[in-house]
Nanobody, 124 residues
Framework: VQLVESGGGSVQAGGSLRLSCAAS????????MAWFRQVPGKEREGVAA????????KYADSVKGRFTISRDNAKNTVYLQMNSLKPEDTAMYYC???????????????????WGQGTQVTVS
């Protein structure tokens, strides 16, 4: 198993959650790590991404100012701090790792080779 997510759960609107994604070293090093989310019946969408080498960070417009992606290179772990959660943030959240730098294509699923099993976030 190369990507393991944790930290999902249920929270009231306005609350916060922190997701973690622990990766194997070869999955993490030199790649772009991202969080995607998916609601049943809808396409998976990119939420945030970070390049593990220089911390290049990108966010979807829908989460800017509320979500923060960060990394701990010593632990090969990426985090997603989610504040001011809204009911529309309810989804299954997936961690993903590309091979190399994703750049402007960071929201494109096909850029990511490795995926976690997902962790459910429910905001009521």
């Amino acid at each position: 198993v190369q990507l393991v997510e944790s930290g999902g759960g249920s929270v009231q609107a306005g609350g916060s959650l922190r997701l973690s994604c622990a990766a194997s070293e070869d999955t993490y090093r030199g790649n772009t790590m991202a969080w995607f989310r998916q609601v049943p019946g809808k396409e998976r969408e990119g939420v945030a991404a970070i390049y593990t080498v220089v911390g290049y960070i990108k966010y979807a417009d829908s989460v800017k100012g509320r979500f923060t992606i960060s990394r701990d290179n010593a632990k090969n772990t990426v985090y997603l701090q989610m504040n001011s959660l809204k009911p529309e943030d309810t989804a299954m959240y997936y961690c993903a790792a590309s091979v190399g730098y994703a750049g402007t294509q960071w929201p494109v699923q096909a850029k990511y080779r490795y995926w976690g099993q997902g962790t459910q976030v429910t905001v009521s």
